[in-house]
């Protein structure tokens, strides 16, 4: 799973961090956006809220659910990613220019 934001500082450490444990790391381009990889130690299925920390704070769902195919394999994690992110960091930048 990758997780994708926008709205940090230039060269921003950013740290992912779900359910109070850490869960990936980036740093913010030039233009404040990130990618990072997220690894789960484990997790229940449901709706859980990521942040991002990069002097600024972003919140993002994701849903997890868990499955399993006739095949065999073990259980999929299906996983709606991150929107949310961006459109915290546009509502900041947007009431950013509010405060002047």
């Not at 992912?16 to 997790?43: C, H, Y």
Request: net charge positive; aromatic share 4%; glycine share 12%.
């Amino acid at each position: 799973m990758t997780a994708s934001g926008t709205g940090c500082p230039k060269g921003a450490s950013v740290t992912l961090k779900s359910l109070g444990q850490d869960v990936g790391r980036a740093t913010a381009n030039d233009n404040g956006d990130f990618t990072a990889p997220v690894k789960f130690a484990n997790i229940e299925p449901g709706r859980h809220k990521v942040r991002a920390e990069c002097g600024i704070t972003l919140v993002g769902n994701v849903d997890v659910t868990l499955s399993s195919s006739s095949g065999g394999t073990s259980s999929t994690l299906v996983v709606l990613l991150f929107f949310l992110l961006i459109g915290a960091a546009m509502l900041r930048r947007q009431f950013a220019g509010l405060r002047r």
